[in-house]
């Protein structure tokens, strides 16, 4: 009968918000397939680097041992401890555990980049690597590591279709990144932001900078180091509002920003950060601008279909 009239149903605010979005003009199927293979790729990089290095950091020979640590906190806090560290090691934090860990993590990153069960491997990897966090003690308190458990659980909510609900808190993550890292330049009250000498010194000064990081330093002028520092602030500061306006001001926020990041991958290393941030700017481009001919049935967008009035699973 609706169809009939030329008139859809009303459809109920939480599934138009958490359901399959499929009453949107802009549709983000495309994104949705790009950002799960990204995802996938950081949280391998992530798992492949503790098999090197995570017996030494937490095993019960390593720096600050897991079991050591997961004891202490139950004898201090009792229940409560469980809650404030977040970990599967609790059952046991010897070597096989790690081993085990880290392999898991492994299977479920490559599950993630090859579309197998994607909700399921994505809430796997999630769990394995929050498992290492919530006994790293010292080394896991960095920012990277919760952006990656932020936009991981966000993550879960893009399948089977994303929801308009996911897509706008992956996108809020992607802004808060960028605007909390521009409100901590000036903040901070350092002098070298607000006279644009920052980047004078920020490529000898930065986390292990890269080869052409020294070459940027050494071999371009004060007026190039003073334009990035200024175009930094821009960007972080007020261009990156651009993600709450229309279609047209996301793609030209995607133009504006994704050099920023290409430029710090470059010059520095900070970790798999810059790589989630640039991974998350997919979600300002739409299907219409992503999709390609014969792209497969995981580009295209979701049939726009009348559903019943219940919230979808």
């Known amino acids: 009968m609706f169809e009939q009239l030329g008139r859809q149903p009303e459809v109920p605010l939480l599934q138009r918000w958490f359901g399959p979005d499929v009453w949107s003009a802009e549709t983000y199927s495309a994104a949705r397939w790009l950002w ?7 949280f391998l990089s992530a798992f492949l680097s503790l098999a090197f290095r995570i017996h030494g950091l937490i095993g019960p020979r390593g720096l600050l041992p ?4 997961l004891r202490a906190v139950h004898n201090a806090l009792g229940w409560k401890g469980y809650w404030l560290a977040p970990t599967l090691l609790w059952l046991n934090a010897g070597r ?16 993630i980049i090859g579309n197998v069960w994607p909700r399921i491997a994505t809430a796997v990897a999630m769990i394995a690597f929050l498992s290492f966090i919530g006994a790293a003690q010292d ?3 960095y920012q990277s590591d919760g952006m990656l458990m932020e936009g991981a659980f966000l993550t879960l909510f893009l399948a089977p279709r994303p929801s308009r609900a996911a897509v706008w808190l992956l996108r809020w993550e992607w802004f808060r990144i960028y605007f909390e890292s521009g409100l901590v330049k000036i903040l901070s009250g350092e002098p070298q932001w607000r006279n644009l000498t920052a980047m004078d010194r920020y490529y000898e000064n930065g986390p292990l900078p890269t080869w052409l990081g020294w070459y940027v330093q050494q071999m371009l002028p004060h007026g190039f180091h003073a334009a990035t520092a200024a175009y930094t602030l821009l960007v972080e500061l007020f261009l990156c509002w651009l993600v709450f306006f229309g279609r047209r001001s ?7 920003t994704t050099p920023l990041q290409l430029a710090i991958i470059l010059t520095a290393n900070y970790a798999f950060l810059n790589y989630l941030v640039l991974c998350l700017g997919v979600f300002l481009l739409d299907d219409r601008f992503l999709r390609r001919p014969n792209v497969g049935p995981a580009l295209q967008p979701a049939p726009r279909v009348v559903l019943p009035a219940l919230l979808l699973p």
């Open 66 to 69: 897991a079991g050591d640590y």
């Open 139 to 141: 080394f896991a308190s």
């Open 250 to 256: 996301r793609l030209a926020l995607f133009a504006l």
């Open 96 to 111: 096989g555990a790690l081993t085990a860990l880290v392999v898991v993590g492994c299977v479920a990153s490559l599950a």
């Open 36 to 42: 799960l293979r990204a995802l996938g790729c950081i």
